[in-house]
Every structure is written in structure tokens, then in C-alpha cells.
Nanobody
Framework: QVQLVESGGGLVQPGGSLRLSCAAS????????MGWYRQVPGKQRELVAS???????VYADSVKGRFTISRDNAKNTVYLQMNSLKPEDTAVYYC????????WGQGTQVTVSS
């Protein structure tokens, strides 16, 4: 049974930082492309960042220079370090394994507000 369990969301002021974690089980983690997506009500889920098993990364233009995705294959965990957060980063953030046809976590709310 595949499980992706996110943690680390919450409320933060503009300019602040959060780190999301996603612990995976039930998959051969090191061979999967892992990603973080986000969704706001009324909009499509969008890719924030992804990282391949070998470490190559892709970022949405809106988060380049502010967010960093990383993975620890020994711990079956992927991270998203989010700095210089803006109100428009407010969304439910989802962990993904294997791109859009793959597996999803339950989501964690990130709210950026003063």
C-alpha cells in the first residue's frame, strides 16, 4: 500500500519560511520522480517543483529562487523549503510520486497572511 504523508504546513507571515516534508512508503522511492503541487479553490492543481531520483530539479517560474526541493533517498522523504513566502503562495500543497498519473498525499494547507 502506497502512502505519502505530508507535514509542515501552517500559517506564516509574508516574507517568512516553512519547510514541508513528505514521507513515502510502499514504493521504490529512489527511482520515482517526486514532486510538490499546489491548488487553490477554483483553479487547477499546478506543479511547484519536482526532483528526479538522481537529483535534477524543475521549478515553476513563480517560485524560482525562493523554494528549494530536495530528497533523502535513505529516509524515503522529499522536502520543500519555502522562503520569502508571499500571500499568493497560499494553497493546499500536495506531495506526488510519479507525476500526475502517480500517487498523491492528502495535502497540507499553507497560508501566508499577516
Amino acid at each position: 500500500q502506497v502512502q505519502l504523508v505530508e507535514s509542515g504546513g501552517g500559517l506564516v507571515q509574508p516574507g517568512g519560511s516553512l519547510r514541508l516534508s513528505c514521507a513515502a512508503s510502499g514504493i521504490s522511492f529512489s527511482i520515482y520522480v517526486m514532486g510538490w503541487y499546489r491548488q487553490v479553490p477554483g483553479k487547477q492543481r499546478e506543479l511547484v517543483a519536482s526532483i528526479a531520483g538522481g537529483g535534477s530539479t524543475v521549478y515553476a517560474d513563480s517560485v524560482k529562487g525562493r523554494f528549494t526541493i530536495s530528497r533523502d533517498n535513505a529516509k524515503n522523504t522529499v522536502y520543500l523549503q519555502m522562503n520569502s513566502l508571499k500571500p499568493e503562495d497560499t494553497a493546499v500543497y500536495y506531495c506526488n510520486a510519479g507525476r500526475t498519473q502517480g500517487y498523491w498525499g492528502q495535502g497540507t494547507q499553507v497560508t501566508v497572511s499577516s
